[in-house]
Nanobody, 115 residues
Framework: VQLQASGGGLVQAGGSLRLSCAAS????????FAWYRQAPGKEREFVAR???????DYADSAEGRFTISRDNAKNTVYLQMNSLKPEDTATYYC??????????WGQGTLVTVSS
């Protein structure tokens, strides 16, 4: 099981980024995925999740600006982030939850939003 997150970088406030999480996992289509983030000196927090049935949930801070999606043919989960704010600066982590309960975290990708 391996999760490879990518797409982070430096962007100005108001800009956009799309994060990707490529998953080398069993039964990708039946798994749930989520994005979390951790800012320096803060605890890791939930950002968005998508179920195997494509239902989505968002943190209040992400609602209306971020969109989580999945491509089962590519074994990849995405997080489209628009209208970025400096407070979105964090390392973003992809989380995999298998339908039998196994959990795996990716290595994280850094997003820096300048004001």
């Amino acid at each position: 099981v391996q999760l490879q997150a990518s797409g982070g970088g430096l962007v100005q406030a108001g800009g956009s980024l799309r994060l990707s999480c490529a998953a080398s996992v069993r039964s990708f289509s039946s798994a749930g995925f989520a994005w979390y983030r951790q800012a320096p000196g803060k605890e890791r927090e939930f950002v968005a999740r998508i179920s195997r049935g494509h239902s989505r949930d968002y943190a209040d801070s992400a609602e209306g600006r971020f969109t989580i999606s999945r491509d089962n043919a590519k074994n990849t989960v995405y997080l489209q982030m628009n209208s970025l704010k400096p407070e979105d600066t964090a390392t973003y982590y992809c989380k995999y939850t298998a339908h039998w309960g196994q959990i795996m975290w990716g290595q994280g990708t850094l997003v820096t939003v300048s004001s």
